[in-house]
């Protein structure tokens, strides 16, 4: 691997752990014990980012502030459907998605290890669909809720299984 491409993994990496600070910082507003978040979310978050090519992504919001979702259907079973957020590479590419303009609607920037936390956080969204190459549809990332909810989880189960330290205090102190 060249130094220029370490060097902007590196880069990379220190942005994510400046969005990560920011959510433990935030996270009693959240309702979310702060150890809960360094040893269970803060690292999944990481994962599922650092797969991911970009530190930001762009989302669109209805009049009311809220993300604007689509209903995707299987095609071999209509009746089969989820709910899905786009998030795009670029501002452009939110602003031509579906080829739709409507001033209603506002493209907001939001860092990467946000959204992941918005979807784990929000139950009516089944996925989140990233744009990775900006212009180009067909170049994207699925993060379902559930596999993201379910990796936290099992950071949880592993932080109350881990044996507590013992602090070495005798028995017979009193």
Known sequence: MCLRLKLIILEIAMYLDEQLEILIHEAPQQGVPISVMEKAVVPTLKLFASQLQHEQYYVLHGKNHSWLSTILSNRKNPKEEKRV??????????????????????????????????????????????????????????????????????????????PRKNNNIPPNLA
């Open 85 to 162: 957020i786009y998030a795009f590479a670029t501002k452009k590419d939110a602003e031509t998605f579906q080829g739709i303009i409507n001033p209603e609607i506002s493209i907001i920037s939001i860092p990467v290890t946000h959204l992941l936390f918005q979807l784990f956080s929000v139950e009516s969204i089944d996925s989140m669909i990233f744009q990775e190459v900006p212009g180009n549809k067909e170049s994207q990332a699925e993060i379902s809720r559930a596999k993201l909810q379910n990796i936290i989880q099992q950071q949880l189960r592993a932080l109350k299984s881990k």
